[in-house]
Structure formats: structure tokens, C-alpha cells
């Protein structure tokens, strides 16, 4: 089986004798991968944390096509077109019995300890397979797992209908975190940045105001655009250690900050940044993974609701596919910018090596 196995700092391989997943459990479902996405934290696994498990298959935001079930797996059959939760939870730490799954002390993804996506198949246990809609394309299907993330960290929050919510850093997070903001009934949504490219993506997607900080601080823009009041929440996409302090800044008095991003390197807070915490009386939340009870949660139902009816879309975010063997130099161009990436997908249908295709353009979608 053809795969993308990790097997140190920028060390990735394309192997073509990885042994394929095979039933061992009644419960077994395997899933030939259609369209799998490269993850904000794959490429910083890939560039400095390297594998749980030295050869590892990586990769773990796929979609694909069921060909083999275990004897007890009833809700999905072979040919099912199907999305998959990658997380694994023990299911006997306080946070599992309480009903917190996302808070699980042994929380993994495929890709980790188990098997992961960037092969021709994959694995995962029938709890784990969503069915799609036939509307539902696979590209888009491989983003089910990162907009559930993002859906995960809304429903920490308590925003209602007629908020003003502002996006900072609109990589693929935060595309999809515009998204979800509109769904969640947002008046008025702030994308903010320092890629214009990207916020043009983001204005497409349904950002009413794009804010490029290089040009002014992002909290004097958005007083500037809120007459000073800031905005009821303010979304941490970027994970980067200067947004996750400049984003303090953003919300009113009484507002919420919810961190998404997952920041590699130490934050170091201004007092200026700080005092806006306590001086505003802000509530803050962290988000992390997206699972809850019943498991997987309604994240992933309601995100998959919302694909099928137009309003969780990939289209623009999609920048480039590739097939599995151009993976290690494509892992080697993003990470030293050599590729101008949003969404970065992989085919593993694909079989020759095709150098990609041209910016924009999002490929096959394998639809039945």
C-alpha cells in the first residue's frame, strides 16, 4: 500500500510496501482514502516534534469510500461514501465518564499511534465513520474533521444571534471559523490578518470587514469600525504567539475569547494586552480537538448538516492537491514557503506523480 509515513524531524517517506489495514476487530471499518488534508499540526510534527512512533502513517482530516467491515458493524456498508473521526478517547478518565471527551487525559489521532490517512486505506472503529450525503463531496468531506474543531470551540462559547465576532488569522481555521460565525447568526464578522490573499478568501467566504494588521494595530482597526466598543468575541485562529496576546484587545467589555490555535513557542504578554482581561472582565475559553458526548458529538453531525446544505464550504480554501508521492516535497516546500498554500489536499488515487494542479483549482471530486 502506498503511504506518507513519518519517520523524524523533516524526515517524511513516500513508501509503497506499507502493509494495508486489515479486520481484526468485529467493529472494523476500512476506508479507501478519496482526499486527505494536511494539518496545521502535522507540519509542526513534521518540522520539529517528529513521530509518536518512528514510520508512522500520518495525516488524519480524510474522507473516502468504505470496502471492508467487521461482523457488528451495522449503520455503515461497503461503498458508503464516509467521512472519519480520528480521535480515540479511554473512556475511563474523569473526563470521559463525565461526558467530556475532548478533555480525555489519552486523547490521540490517527497518524499518532494508530495508522493515520495519507495511504491508499485507512481504519477506524464503526463509532468513528459518518456517512455522507451524496452532495457532500470528498474534498470537502476532508475538511469534516478541522470544522469540527472549529464548531467545537463555538459551542464553548455563549454567542448568540446578532454578535459581532471578530477572526484572527485566517489560515484554514479560520475560514472556517467566518463560516461558523455566520452560521452562528453573526452580525457583522471581522476577518483579520496580514495575507491579503487571504482575506479576500475570507471575504468570499462571508467576512463583512477584512482588517490587515500589518498596516495599523488589528484593536485599533476594529475600535475604529466599532466605535470603540469592541466585539461581543474575538476567535484566536492563528496560533501564533503574537495574535494569542494582541487578540486580548479585541473583545467589549463583559466579551469572550476562545483560543483555537496552537501556538509552538512561549507567549509573552504586554500589560497593556493582560489588563484588558481583567479591566474588561473578559471570560476566556480553550478549545481543543473536537469531540463531545454523545460521541463524536454534534459537532461533526452538524458540520456535515451544514456542508450538504452549501453553508460550510471548501471550494476557496482549497489551494492545491497533490498525489501521496509528491508528499515529502511538498511537506519540504510549505514549511519553507515555497508553496503560497491554504488547503493543502492529497489524492491517493492519484498514482503518478502529476506536480499538482495550479493554484485555485481543487482537483477531481470522486462524487457517486
Known amino acids: 500500500m502506498r503511504a506518507l509515513n513519518l519517520y523524524g524531524e523533516k524526515d517524511i517517506r513516500f513508501e509503497e510496501n506499507t502493509p494495508k489495514p486489515t479486520i481484526k476487530n468485529r467493529e472494523d471499518v476500512i476506508i479507501k482514502v478519496k482526499s486527505v488534508g494536511i494539518c496545521g499540526s502535522d507540519l509542526s510534527r513534521f518540522i520539529k516534534l517528529g513521530p509518536y512512533i518512528k514510520g508512522m502513517t500520518f495525516g488524519h482530516e480524510f474522507a473516502g469510500e468504505v470496502v471492508e467491515v467487521g461482523e457488528d458493524v451495522k449503520q455503515v456498508k461497503v461503498g458508503d461514501r464516509v467521512a472519519g473521526c480520528p480521535a480515540f478517547v479511554c473512556k475511563k478518565c474523569d473526563s470521559c465518564l463525565r461526558g467530556e471527551p475532548a478533555r480525555c487525559e489519552k486523547l490521540v ?5 494508530h495508522p493515520g490517512a495519507y495511504a491508499e486505506y485507512t481504519k477506524l472503529p464503526e463509532s468513528h465513520v459518518l456517512k455522507l450525503p451524496d452532495n457532500v463531496d470528498y474534498d470537502t468531506a476532508a475538511m469534516v474533521e478541522p470544522s469540527a474543531v472549529v464548531a467545537h470551540g463555538f459551542y464553548q ?3 448568540q444571534a446578532g454578535a459581532e465576532i471578530a477572526i484572527m488569522g485566517v489560515g484554514s481555521i479560520g475560514l472556517l471559523a467566518v463560516q461558523w460565525a455566520k452560521i452562528f447568526g453573526a452580525k457583522k464578522i471581522y476577518a483579520i490578518d496580514i495575507d491579503q490573499k487571504k482575506l479576500a478568501i475570507a471575504k468570499k467566504l462571508g467576512a ?7 498596516e495599523k494595530p488589528a484593536y485599533k482597526q476594529i475600535m475604529e469600525h466599532t466605535h470603540g466598543r469592541g466585539v461581543d468575541l474575538a476567535v484566536e485562529s492563528a496560533g501564533s504567539p503574537i495574535t494569542s496576546e494582541q487578540v486580548l484587545a ?3 467589555k463583559g466579551g469572550e475569547v476562545v483560543f483555537m490555535g496552537i501556538p509552538y513557542a512561549n507567549i509573552h504578554i504586554e500589560r497593556f494586552y493582560f489588563e484588558k482581561i481583567v479591566r474588561n472582565e473578559l471570560t476566556i475559553y480553550g478549545s481543543w480537538n473536537a469531540v463531545s458526548s454523545p460521541f463524536p458529538g454534534k459537532e461533526w453531525s452538524t458540520t456535515i448538516h451544514y456542508m450538504s446544505k452549501g453553508l460550510i464550504r471548501s471550494d476557496a480554501m482549497i489551494s492545491h492537491t497533490f498525489s501521496l508521492s509528491e508528499g515529502p516535497d511538498v511537506f519540504r516546500k510549505i514549511v519553507n514557503n515555497q508553496i503560497d498554500s491554504v488547503k493543502v489536499l492529497f489524492h491517493p488515487e492519484i498514482i503518478e506523480k502529476t506536480g499538482g494542479l495550479t493554484e485555485g483549482s481543487h482537483g477531481n ?4
Do not use: E, K
Request: charged residues 15%; hydrophobic residues 45%; proline residues 5%.
Open 365 to 368: 471530486r470522486f462524487c457517486t
Open 109 to 113: 489521532v490517527i497518524g499518532a499511534f
Open 208 to 214: 463583512d470587514v477584512i482588517i490587515n494588521s500589518r
Open 250 to 252: 479585541l473583545p467589549c
Open 157 to 159: 462559547t455563549s454567542i
